[in-house]
């Protein structure tokens, strides 16, 4: 076997098995709108956030938002067709005039999952009740790329233009020995656009909810976790600029000048594949001394061998090779999607409250 094709194997063997951490959910068919205006926030005089060290504040939900649209395929159409992408805003009802925001995205091997999972939406509650915007995201899986039986490659590379980039689904093709492997690594791609859509969308309407832009931490959970390290640590025009406006139209809904800057993000239960691909496709690695702190917690045990435990200690070794500051919770005995794991008496929100807390210099009250 050749190390190409071996590279190959490597990496869509890792991504085949990643597994979900979710059920499926549904998309509205609805236009792009503009986010709700919250009640009037009294202004404060200080500027400096402040969160609270327990759960203080009532949280308001702001619920199915739109943040962008994506295109999708199904087996009723040759052509793909837009659909909306949303999102979930929690946020505190106090009178704080500037707060730090926590974006999540889910699990689910990208093959489905929910904005709604139920540890999302507990988490969610926690973070605002202390003074956080979280921002609970849904994106595009492989529910929404149709079939591809009976299909050639030719076919496969016209049915899934604006979905990708072309060299990314040549790629698939050529690495993957299944169909499922195949859609995965595509929609490893949409869900990664996706994502820094979201966080555009946070940027250009941080004035709604009040949102320190210099206090941004991304965050998820096995897939969802996936995506967070690689919206990290990828450059702001990756994920976006491989594909042009004219092959996807929506691309013009997505906030395109807006920037960004991750202060830092939170693991649960990942992997490095999504760069490895990137990597492996590009022939660029991402990570450099800039790149964003990082909180890891993962299961010493964890049986899914697309996230065993080692791809958290190779995270921090590339960390520790940068000089960047990063943690390790490791979650003795504990499997895949620990969520309800304790580490001296803290649960998972605790530990990565606090490690936001100390790293962002937050006033704690």
Known sequence: MSLTKHYFLSVFSLLFLISGCGGGGETADQPVTPAPTPAPIPETDNGIPVVKEIGTYSVVLDEDITYADGLAVDNSNSDPFAIPLKLDVYYPEND???RPVFMFIHGGGFTGGTKT????????????SRGWVFVSIDYRTTEELGSLQGLSQQDVMARYR?????????????????????????AMYMAQRDAKAA?????????????????ITVGGASAGAVTAIALGISNLESFKDEISVTDDPTLSSTNLNEVYEVKSMVYF???????????AVYGFDQYDV????LFMAHGTNDQNPGTPFSEATELQGIYDSLSIYNAIVPLEGKGHGAWDAKVD???LFDLSFDFIV??????VE
Do not use: C
């Not at 999972?117 to 605002?128: L, Q």
């Not at 979905?163 to 595509?186: C, D, F, M, N, R």
């Not at 800039?290 to 702190?293: G, K, S």
């Open 96 to 98: 704080a005039s500037t």
């Open 345 to 347: 008496g803290e649960g």
């Open 269 to 279: 239960w990942g992997s490095n594949v999504k760069l490895e691909l990137y990597e």
């Open 162 to 186: 604006g979905l990708a980039p072309q060299e990314w689904i040549e790629y698939g093709i050529q690495g993957a020995e299944k169909t499922k492997e195949l859609q995965q690594s595509v």
């Open 117 to 128: 999972k139920p540890e999302i939406v507990e988490m969610g509650n926690f973070y605002a």
């Open 358 to 363: 100390d790293r962002q210099n937050l006033t």
């Open 290 to 293: 800039h790149d964003p702190e």
């Open 199 to 215: 966080l555009r969308w946070i940027v250009a309407n941080s004035n709604i909810y009040e949102i320190d832009t210099d206090l």
